[in-house]
């Protein structure tokens, strides 16, 4: 690999892209304006993830240009259902948009095509060159319900769950889209479990403020009650001992599971480093996190890009 083509590569986008990172996605979509949206050309998978989830973009240049393509198609997808919890007030309403999904997947696999749009038209490539485990496709649409629920879980297992199919299930469907024909070994699995802890864990911390602004919590009622969090101090964004409290026993399983990506990432084949690379940036993304109930950790463009290389380079993530 040609690192300088590598880095000057990757500076090729804008670098003004704010945003809260959620469990399975980068930054929230920045509003355009109508003399821009007139002039602007057909937005492409590429183009969308490049805009609302910029770490995982910056992965998918460590493949191929048809593997760009692929991840991409993979990440409209995601970000396209994980986006109907945060763009509707009634949850029914997203329920009912949640099924639609289901519903496109069910004609996917059933090869009736579909002329639902280029994401679903994108997904079903994907399901065709990759032979995608429908079982991860479902799990994930299903966990997105829980982002409906006022008190979505009880225990820290509920929420484990919840993370491994949605981060988990998204690193595990991007590895076999990268390497179709690579056999998954257990530790290979191990590997994306839990990096998609890292990422969810941490990205959760992160975008607390979206949480607290939808007057829903993705924290464990057992712990709530462990650190005597109410919920409306908690919707109320208030800097307490309490919430940091909270996001600190949430911090501390992503610290653990990073541990073990880092004893497992090594030697790994390099095929899969697109797919999961950027949990690479996420101790950055920590040591940002100095009060972590104020959410919304950045870190610098170039750091991340040097983070990325170096972790591409040597194998360990």
Same mark, same amino acid.
């Given at each position: ?6 880095l ?5 986008? /804008?670098?003004?892209l704010?945003?809260?990172a959620?469990?399975?996605?980068g930054?929230?979509t ?13 937005e492409?998978?590429?183009? #969308?993830?490049?805009?609302?989830d910029?770490?995982r %973009?910056l992965a998918? *240049?460590?493949a191929?240009? /048809?593997?760009?393509e692929?991840l991409? +198609?993979l990440?409209?997808?995601v970000y396209e259902v994980?986006r109907?919890?945060e ?6 309403l @997203? +329920?009912i948009?949640?099924? %639609?999904w *289901? ?6 696999y059933?090869?009736?095509? $579909?002329a ?6 994108g997904? +079903? @490539?994907?399901?065709?060159w990759?032979?995608l485990?429908r079982?991860?496709?479902?799990? &994930?649409?299903?966990a997105r319900q ?7 879980? =009880? ?8 993370v491994?199919d949605?981060?988990?299930a998204v690193?595990?469907? !991007? !590895?076999?889209?990268c390497?179709?024909d690579?056999a998954?070994?257990s ?5 994306f479990?839990? +990096?998609?802890r890292i %990422?969810?864990?941490? @990205?959760l911390v992160r975008? #607390?403020p979206v %949480?607290?602004e939808r007057?829903?919590? &993705?924290f464990p009622q057992?712990?709530?009650d462990?650190?005597h969090l $109410?919920? =409306?101090?908690? &919707?109320s964004g208030?800097?307490?001992h =309490? ?9 501390e399983?992503?610290v653990?599971?990073?541990r =073990?990506? $880092? ?14 690379g950027?949990?690479a940036l996420?101790p950055?993304y920590m040591?940002?996190l ?11 463009l ?5 983070r #990325? #290389?170096m972790a $591409? ?5």
């Amino acid at each position: 690999m040609d690192i300088r083509m590598r880095l000057d590569e990757l500076d090729r986008y /804008p670098k003004d892209l704010p945003g809260v990172a959620t469990v399975f996605r980068g930054p929230l979509t920045p509003k355009k304006s109508k003399a821009a949206d007139a002039d602007a050309s057909p937005e492409t998978a590429d183009d #969308l993830v490049r805009r609302v989830d910029e770490d995982r %973009w910056l992965a998918t *240049r460590f493949a191929d240009a /048809p593997g760009r393509e692929r991840l991409s +198609a993979l990440y409209a997808f995601v970000y396209e259902v994980a986006r109907i919890p945060e763009s509707v007030r009634d949850p029914a309403l @997203g +329920a009912i948009r949640l099924q %639609w999904w *289901r519903d496109a997947v069910d004609a996917i696999y059933a090869g009736r095509g $579909s002329a639902d749009g280029d994401v679903v038209t994108g997904l +079903a @490539g994907l399901v065709e060159w990759a032979s995608l485990d429908r079982g991860l496709i479902d799990a &994930f649409i299903d966990a997105r319900q829980k982002d409906l629920e006022e008190r979505p879980f =009880e225990q820290w297992p509920e929420f484990e769950a919840y993370v491994d199919d949605t981060a988990g299930a998204v690193i595990r469907l !991007a !590895a076999k889209v990268c390497a179709p024909d690579l056999a998954q070994t257990s530790q290979h699995l191990a590997l994306f479990r839990n +990096a998609g802890r890292i %990422w969810g864990y941490t @990205g959760l911390v992160r975008g #607390l403020p979206v %949480w607290n602004e939808r007057r829903r919590t &993705f924290f464990p009622q057992k712990l709530l009650d462990h650190v005597h969090l $109410s919920k =409306e101090t908690l &919707f109320s964004g208030a800097t307490v001992h =309490e919430t940091s409290a909270a996001c600190r026993a949430v911090l501390e399983r992503a610290v653990s599971a990073h541990r =073990e990506v $880092s004893r497992l990432s090594y030697g790994a084949p390099k095929e899969f480093f697109p797919a999961f690379g950027y949990v690479a940036l996420v101790p950055d993304y920590m040591r940002a996190l100095d009060r972590p109930y104020d959410g919304v950790a950045k870190v610098p463009l170039l750091r991340r890009q040097i983070r #990325l #290389l170096m972790a $591409s380079a040597t194998g360990k993530v």
